[in-house]
């Protein structure tokens, strides 16, 4: 019967899930493979229902699965806030799995980590960098906790709350002939040519949602999937990239390239994200409190 299922259970089915295979899986949870199959058969066998599709050798969460997963991650999160209540002190416990865009995990959360870690004290944070589009993913899949993007997303599943703010900035090669222009009108950008990030990215979104519209005719001669190698592309002359100027500042301030003025509102805003279903534990609410809460402007005044 259901009410005979384990928390072990429940860590085995949600760890196949993040892994969707029974070996990657028991590495992950350190049993052999065939206690982690056991575990997921009785599990399958007491609810009566099959929680995966085997396809290939893999196991592809299943419309069953998907609706044990938020009630699964809450159970074993809230078995973890048991042993809060027995700490000295009360300091938070657990893993935090934050997941943040390029921007952001490079420029961003670093400090915003430093200034978290000994206000609560809690040390143990993992910090997945990918593409916004990816960390929506890994949102969904419950494979992280929170997430932290450049640009606002419309996915059903999950929650937007805005929490800062950073500026985007043109970037050009050192010795382009509109670094001499005090302000640079849209216009005069006709024809001109783009490194833009990949597809999923945030910083790509901005672009083609505020500047691309505003220039009749532009041409994409690279896509890119790191902003260091953008910017090395710019300074080598091969084209305009618009950037977070958090991201661009050290390049800048180098010489390495110039920036332009447009008349363009170049500020975005910063999003933090989580599933809607997602069972909130104090350490993800106090997480999420202090980035509402966060002052960036400490970065600004070091560049």
Known sequence: MANSISLKQLRVFVTVTQ???LTTAADALFLSKAAVSMSLAELEKQLGHALFDRINNRLILNQEGKKLLPLADELLNRAGDIDLLFQEGHDLTGLLRIGASDTIGNQVAPFLL???RPSQPHNT???FISNSAQICQKLVDYQLDIGLIEGK???SELESIPFSEDEMCIIVHANHP???RPQ???AELEASHWI???PGSGTREFFLRAVAPRIEIWHEVFELNTTEAIINSVSAGLGLACLSKLSAQAALNDGRVAQIS???DMRRRFWLLVHKEKYQSPLLKNFMSFCKQWDISAIRSQN
């Open 19 to 21: 892994h969707q295979t």
């Open 114 to 116: 430093s200034q978290f």
């Open 125 to 127: 944070q993992q910090l």
């Open 153 to 155: 997303t419309l996915h």
């Open 178 to 180: 509109l670094t001499q």
């Open 184 to 186: 640079v009108a849209l």
């Open 196 to 198: 833009l990030r990949e």
């Open 262 to 264: 447009v008349s363009l």
